[in-house]
């Protein structure tokens, strides 16, 4: 499999997984939260377990890092307002 087949493939399954995560849990989100959560167990299964579930685990990171981007995270709205800062939705 070519670097660009490879890459072709991981983005299907981050684009997929996405999809299931906004399914699952639509809406206002603690975005960020949820990003450090799977950060953390993408930390943990770096030393416990095998590559397999690394690379699960990194693309939930990925995953919620594209929902960062794409959905924001409301939590943060008063505090960044009240800093003048543009809402991250």
């Known amino acids: 499999m070519s670097n660009q087949d490879e890459m072709d493939a991981l983005f299907g399954e981050i684009k997929a997984e996405l999809g299931r995560a ?3 849990f ?3 989100n603690v975005t960020l939260a949820a990003l450090m959560e799977e950060v953390g167990e993408l ?3 770096t030393f416990e377990e095998p590559r397999d579930r690394v690379r699960a685990e990194a693309v939930q990171v990925a995953v919620m890092a594209c ?3 794409l ?3 409301n939590t ?3 505090w960044r307002k009240s800093r003048g800062l543009d809402p991250l939705v």
């Open 43 to 45: 930390a943990k299964a």
């Open 26 to 28: 639509p809406g206002d």
């Open 76 to 78: 943060y709205e008063p």
């Open 22 to 24: 906004r399914a699952k």
């Open 71 to 73: 959905d924001g995270d």
């Open 67 to 69: 929902r960062m981007v």
